[in-house]
Nanobody
Framework: QVQLVESGGGLVQPGGSLRLSCVAS????????LNWYRQAPGKERELVANITRAGDNWMYAVSVHGRFTVSRDNVKNTAYLRMNNLKPEDTAVYYC??????RGQGTQVTVSS
């Protein structure tokens, strides 16, 4: 079964950190670049980060640059999004996405005191 499954979200105080995981199964994970998106209520979906197939190049949205780090382990078929210095405006559902495959169900991140 082809799927992407996110985990690692939760409630965190401003300034805190979380690490999201995206576990892939049912396809050759290392053959595809991967995106992390987020969507907050009433807002458009935002591309947060992208990482190449080999994990040797990446890009970030301006809104998260310097705070978020995307990585992947192709042996474990897993991608990660490390989020530091979280802000209330980072509150959203976060999805991993591979355009040729689809996306996961998402994981909720809530930043609040």
């Amino acid at each position: 079964q082809v799927q992407l499954v996110e985990s690692g979200g939760g409630l965190v105080q401003p300034g805190g950190s979380l690490r999201l995981s995206c576990v892939a199964s049912g396809f050759t994970f290392s053959s595809y670049a991967l995106n992390w998106y987020r969507q907050a209520p009433g807002k458009e979906r935002e591309l947060v980060a992208n990482i190449t197939r080999a994990g040797d190049n990446w890009m970030y949205a301006v809104s998260v640059h310097g705070r978020f780090t995307v990585s992947r382990d192709n042996v474990k078929n897993t991608a990660y999004l490390r989020m530091n210095n979280l802000k209330p405006e980072d509150t959203a559902v976060y999805y991993c996405n591979i355009p040729e495959i689809g996306r996961g169900q998402g994981t909720q991140v809530t930043v609040s005191s």
